[in-house]
């Protein structure tokens, strides 16, 4: 029983050792390019953008884990071998992890930190009126999983009056519920700050364009840590220009690395961050990983199995 990493480099395969070999003593773990391991030794992979076509080497495969929350990565590979489960990373660290970056992104957007970057560049002290606190502001969380969840919570306990909205009704203590397309632009229409933390399906593409933008308050702000296809970006520039959006904190894009001639980089109503938003330290990916593969072994349940119905 073998399991090959693929995710952070040969660089990082010293700390994946150490951390495996104190939550899953007596698991080889192996370098994804090590030449010594034979494809049929290869019971488990923990990979993030494997190589088109790798996954079908391994003729006893048992189970594909993400390095990350995400698994586009892997179904963008038309040979993956479709009938093994891939399992997306989902710990308590990330949970916190994403819970943090979205609260830091809202008070950013509440207080208008990129106007703070630019003067600050400029040398120049303009003081200027923050118009609302947090108890007066509505923020909105697009997709209300473990991770939409966890920050709703977050930021209702900073005092934002806090909604969710998801494909199916979620009870979240504090947070107004909202389900389903038809309750959709109800709940748009209540929310000052938009975060987006959707998963990537056909519905949810392109879901922050000028249609959904045009329904959120004046001068709204836009938080996306959610997939980089959600946002429709020449319908958010032309937003922020109009002053309809007031700002946009941005961690995902459809390119990564973010091309330096890209848009997102040169606008001053948009921060961005390189995909930081949840990813959970090398140790925690290694306990969540060695649990998973401790329950997989044993025959017990397996969460977090990405759903090819749902689309996560």
């Known amino acids: 029983m073998t399991l090959l990493v693929k995710s952070g480099g040969e660089q990082a395969m010293a700390q994946w050792r150490e951390y495996f070999a104190e939550f899953a003593p007596g698991l080889p773990v192996r370098w994804w390019n090590d030449p010594g391991v034979a494809p049929e030794e290869v019971d488990y992979v923990l990979v ?57 992104a809202a008070l950013s957007l509440l207080r208008d930190l990129n106007r703070i970057i630019v003067q600050q560049a400029a040398r120049r002290w303009d003081e200027y009126e923050i118009p609302r606190s947090a108890a007066q502001t509505r923020a909105g969380v697009m997709g209300m999983g473990s991770l939409g969840a966890s920050s709703a919570v977050m930021l209702r306990q900073l005092g934002f009056i806090t909604a969710g909205w998801s ?30 933390l959707l998963p990537d399906t056909p519905q949810t593409r392109g879901i922050i364009r000028a249609e959904t933008i045009s329904r959120l308050a004046p001068g ?7 997939r980089g296809a959600h946002v429709v970006m020449a319908d958010l520039i032309s937003a922020l220009d109009s002053g309809q959006l007031g700002g946009a904190i941005l961690d995902v894009f459809e390119q990564e690395p973010l091309p330096a001639h890209a848009a997102p980089w040169r606008h001053p109503k948009i921060l961005v ?17 060695a649990g998973v593969i401790a329950a997989f072994e044993a025959g017990l349940p397996v969460a977090n199995i990405y759903d090819p119905v749902r689309g996560y």
């Open 48 to 104: 993030w953008e494997p190589e088109p076509g790798r996954l079908a080497n391994y003729p006893n495969l048992r189970l594909i884990l993400s390095s990350g929350a995400g698994v586009d990565h892997i179904l963008a590979d038309p040979r993956r071998p479709a009938h093994i489960d891939i399992v997306r990373m989902s710990t308590r660290d990330t949970e916190q992890r994403m819970a943090e970056y979205v609260s830091f």
């Open 167 to 196: 494909q199916s009704r979620k009870s979240v203590s504090g947070v107004e519920s909202f389900a389903g397309w038809d309750e959709f632009p109800q709940f748009l229409s209540r929310t000052d700050i938009l975060v987006c």
């Open 220 to 226: 709204a702000g836009i938080v996306n840590a959610g």
């Open 273 to 289: 961050t390189p995909h930081i938003a949840a990813s959970p330290s090398r140790r925690e990916r290694a306990s969540y990983v």
